[in-house]
């Protein structure tokens, strides 16, 4: 199992652990994610981040920012300026017999969770293969 966490945020994963090898959380919650919907996660995430960091430059200090991207079976906003921002995420499953889930984590709290999910999933791949 590979661990990390700090202020408000924690991930966990052990991709031997099935049906939910993975978790994350925040301050007050965690949720429990199969490998499939952790691994969606950290690529809706991923690019969210990618596109703020494309778009930093362009703004002004006091200029807010709202990007969503929907990603079967992920909806994810991140919203802030040009230093910070805060994540929003929802598991929309295909189907309703599936459980959904609401979760966000705060500024900075977003940005050290997308930090260590993107080295948690690529530790974790590499010791797989």
């Given amino acids: 199992?590979?661990?990390?966490?700090?202020?408000?945020?924690?991930?966990?994963?052990?991709p031997q652990r099935?049906?939910?090898?993975?978790?994350?959380?925040?301050e007050t919650w965690?949720?429990?994610l199969t490998e499939s919907e952790a691994g969606a996660l950290?690529?809706?995430i991923k690019d969210l981040v990618a596109q703020h960091a494309a778009l930093r430059g362009q703004l002004m200090d006091e200029e807010q920012i709202t990007l969503e991207l929907e990603r079967a079976p992920w909806w994810g906003?991140?919203?802030g300026d040009r230093r910070s921002w805060?994540?929003?995420?929802?598991?929309?499953?295909?189907?309703v017999c599936e459980r959904g889930v609401e979760v966000s984590w705060p500024a900075p709290a977003a940005e050290a969770a997308a930090a260590a999910m993107r080295t948690l999933w690529d530790i974790s791949n590499?010791?797989?293969?």
């Fill in 42 to 44: 950290a690529s809706v």
């Fill in 30 to 32: 965690a949720i429990e």
């Fill in 18 to 26: 099935h049906p939910y090898g993975a978790l994350i959380g925040g």
């Fill in 77 to 79: 906003c991140l919203e």
């Fill in 126 to 129: 590499d010791q797989l293969n």
């Fill in 1 to 14: 199992m590979i661990q990390q966490e700090g202020p408000g945020w924690r991930l966990a994963r052990d």
């Fill in 86 to 95: 805060s994540l929003q995420l929802i598991l929309r499953p295909a189907d």
